[in-house]
Nanobody, 122 residues
Framework: QVQLVESGGGLVQAGGSLRLSCAAA????????LGWFRQVPGKEREFVAY????????YYADSVKGRFTVSRDNAKNTWYLQLNSLLPEDTAVYYC???????????????WGQGTQVTVSS
């Protein structure tokens, strides 16, 4: 089993930045694909970004491309989501994910964190 714990959420003004972290415990995630989803009340979880374990390549939702950056530190069993140029519509609960497949579908990911709130004020 893998336990994921996020940190780094909070309240920020539009145009500001945050960095989310996700720390894994229970086993190494060095051979897992790692990613992030987000969710607002009343809507389904939305893909944000993921990074593959086998090649240094990351993928982003069009809505965050150029503003968010996903990265990983296998030595620390941790991955990150750098959020820049934040917009009010980025307000959501952000979830980190880990899994053996990489997909933009929430159902494809085996492990989820508990979520961290990001609120962007206008």
């Amino acid at each position: 089993q893998v336990q994921l714990v996020e940190s780094g959420g909070g309240l920020v003004q539009a145009g500001g930045s945050l960095r989310l972290s996700c720390a894994a415990a229970g086993r190494t995630v060095a051979t897992y694909n790692l990613g992030w989803f987000r969710q607002v009340p009343g809507k389904e979880r939305e893909f944000v970004a993921y990074i593959r374990w086998d090649i240094e390549r990351s993928y982003y939702a069009d809505s965050v491309k150029g503003r968010f950056t996903v990265s990983r530190d296998n030595a620390k069993n941790t991955w990150y989501l750098q959020l820049n140029s934040l917009l009010p519509e980025d307000t959501a609960v952000y979830y980190c994910v880990a899994g053996e497949v990489f997909t933009t579908s929430a159902g494809g990911w085996g492990y989820w964190g508990q979520g961290t709130q990001v609120t962007v004020s206008s």
